[in-house]
């Protein structure tokens, strides 16, 4: 399994030097990626993330500014943004360039029906 290397740092490479370490490292085989997603590495990787992770469908902790960007979404959406259950404001945020940001403890996003067109 390639392993990403650490000596000499960065910083000390030729730019020839690191653009072979970044190809070495990016550039896995299938066989690779699959001893990399059974590794211990990997394991411990996302027990540390689950555990920072808020729950899926409980409210958030408290009220903040919860941002939503639309970059790289295709299909307009329609967003709330809820506090103790109140809906506090709803947008839709058209794709690739829509972003929103509102106080929250929690969001829902539901996609927009588009209204069939004729051929």
Not at 16 to 38: H, I, M
Not at 67 to 94: D, F, N, Y
């Amino acid at each position: 399994m390639a392993k990403i290397p650490s000596r000499p740092p960065d910083d000390m490479l030729s730019p020839e030097e690191l653009y072979d370490r970044v190809e070495d490292t990016v550039n896995l085989s299938v066989d690779d990626l699959f001893a990399f997603k059974r590794s211990e590495y990997n394991d411990e990787y996302n027990a540390r993330k689950s555990d920072a992770a808020q729950p899926g469908d409980e409210p958030l902790d408290d009220v903040q500014d919860r941002t939503i960007s639309m970059i790289a979404v295709t299909k307009p959406l329609k967003v709330q943004w809820l506090v103790e259950g109140t809906v506090m404001q709803t947008k839709v945020l058209r794709p690739w360039i829509g972003r929103h940001t509102a106080p929250a403890d929690v969001v829902i996003e539901a996609a927009v029906k588009q209204p069939r067109t004729r051929e």
